[in-house]
């Protein structure tokens, strides 16, 4: 076995391998978007605009080709413009799938990357087996995250390569080349740009002298400032004003961090089932291998130093801002595949975690994590969020509610549309960033966030929730095994 290996890891060598495997994942990419389920002109005569039927996708096509025909305005214009800008570009070549060729260039980007991380810490026949015991596995997530055009596949790219270049490069062209993708993050995803900050910061410091980190520093602020002003301007010519409505949507009316991020980790990694009734496993059951992420992390930056801390630093970024986006939800990620916000760390996550089980286990801090992350598998088995009622107090307004947030408010044998007749202290509430509904049929139940002042609740006139009880509560953790949750390994 040991000399087969060897003799696979010299082939792997050759000159010749590099562009096979390139033009390999390219024509597994091109068979799999054609064979896609939503593949648009296939299937049922109702299906046959695919994916295009999706919000999301609607509105990058209809932008695209506004920008191709050079019409952008307030109708088209929706998303930033970068990556809408480059399905524009194959627009008149491929017009019912604009997207393909951008898309493939950014997932073999994206792969190159992980290929060239991957041979720092394992050998190249180690890296290959990694990579296609990924793409076997992780079939449902590739599909749906890396084959339907989304525009978080242009700043994933960005951000792994951003990661392999932080590692592998040094002196000032490092940081303008982390400048440059920092800047074609935020044309397409503004707040994505964010996580290239400790990437950014360590190139900077890791230049020769405080002269030239001073020097190629304001540079790179300025390549930054570039990107930030033009797509200013691009809003402001559009729609008066320097951000655009979904900007504006994205974060006041959906928003950030209303709810316990220990709330949003459990409901997405550990249960999706407290309130918002999900039946498919969490992540975490769903992948089990990310309990090994804590050691492969730890394994990254014993290995790579400041270099691996602020990779590690760049993914948590990004991560701690989509988990905490107040649309992400158990119901999501499933049914609307919103993992793709979170989807670029799969993969490396994946190659880490296999990284320190291979050669990792000899460092004490490695082992130190991975008895941790059995420690954090034991308490996710039985970690719980259980609701504890509330009094609540009836007033000629309503009813006077606790101010503990979040706050659990149901309306036994009321219809769940009448969310919308609810008011706080007299004023309507905005979904998401305010309050959280269950997606599954049930009777009305809304979770009130952080951003939810207020103690009067009461309701609009007329509705027939006012002669209604509500039941008020909070949830508080508790410890209990739940083998459920090990059964969804199985599945």
Known sequence: MATLLARLNAALYHRRVGPSLVAALGLVYACAYLNHPLFPGTGEPALTRGWWTWTDQQRYLAEATAIAEARLDAATFHYPIGYPALGALFCSWLPANPFFIPDLLLVLAASFAWWRLAQRWLSRGEA????????????????????????????????????????AQTGPRRLWTLAGLASSSYLVRPIDAVAFTPLLVFAVMRLDDWRARLTH???????????????????????????????VVSAQAVGFFSYPISYKLYWLFVDGGTFFG????ALLF??????????????????????????????GLNWLFYVNYNDLLPSDVYRFTLIHYLAWGFPLLFLLAVAACRHGW??????????AAVALGVLAIGLRLEENPLRVERTEAGWRMPAERPLLIRFPNASAENVAELRVDGRALVEYSEYLVPYVSSDLQLLL?????????????????????????????????????LRAVCR
């Not at 520093?217 to 951000?243: C, E, K, Q, T």
């Not at 999900?278 to 496993?281: K, L, M, T, Y």
């Not at 089990?288 to 993914?315: D, K, Q, S, T, Y």
């Not at 939810?452 to 508080?476: D, I, K, R």
Request: net charge positive; hydrophobic share 55%.
């Open 362 to 371: 000899r460092d004490w801090w490695v082992r130190a994590g991975g008895a």
């Open 217 to 247: 520093g304001i540079g790179g602020g300025a390549v930054i400032a570039m990107a930030v002003i033009g797509a200013g301007l691009i809003n402001h010519g559009v729609f008066d004003a320097w951000r655009s409505p979904y900007e």
């Open 449 to 485: 966030g952080t951003r939810t002042a207020g103690t009067q609740l009461s309701v609009a006139p007329g509705s027939p929730l006012a002669n209604a009880e509500p039941q008020v509560g909070h949830y508080v953790w508790c410890w209990r095994p739940a083998l459920q949750r």
């Open 278 to 281: 999900e039946v498919e496993p």
């Open 128 to 167: 290959l087996a990694v990579g296609l015991a990924f793409i076997a596995t992780h079939r449902w997530l590739i599909v749906y995250t890396q084959i339907v055009p989304w525009n978080t596949l242009a700043t994933q790219a960005a951000l792994l390569v951003g990661v392999w270049l932080a590692i």
């Open 286 to 315: 769903r992948y089990p291998w990310l309990v090994l992420a804590l050691p492969g992390v730890i394994f990254w930056v014993r290995r790579e130093g400041l270099a691996g801390a602020a990779g590690a630093a760049a993914l």
